[in-house]
């Protein structure tokens, strides 16, 4: 039986801080790649939760768990909603703004 781990945030795959996201993603039930993206074009992703049910809903650390998109339909159903904490030092307006003040 695989595990279903979701996250959801506006990626870039190059950002140190979203690879991280990744990385501790995979630490549960010891996933050991992405089986799936989905992309969807709602403002929340509660439709693409509703209907997957995870066993483990995953946000980072500017939120409290009860506060995530998806929290009580994942809790109601005997799952888990896990907060990730921050990496310091990581941020895009922190890469953006080195980006700039190189020209």
Do not use: R
């Amino acid at each position: 039986m695989k595990t279903i781990v979701i996250t959801s945030a506006y990626f870039n795959p190059t950002h140190p801080w979203h690879i991280y996201n990744f990385q501790e993603t995979k630490k549960y039930d010891s996933i050991k790649y992405i089986d799936y993206i989905i992309f969807f074009d709602q403002e929340t992703p509660i439709e693409s939760i509703s209907t997957i049910i995870p066993d483990v809903l995953i946000k980072w650390w500017d939120y409290k768990a009860e506060e995530v998109v998806g929290y009580q339909e994942v809790v109601d159903n005997g799952w888990k909603v896990v907060i990730i904490p921050i990496v310091q030092g990581y941020s895009t307006t922190n890469s953006v703004q080195k980006i700039l003040s190189t020209k």
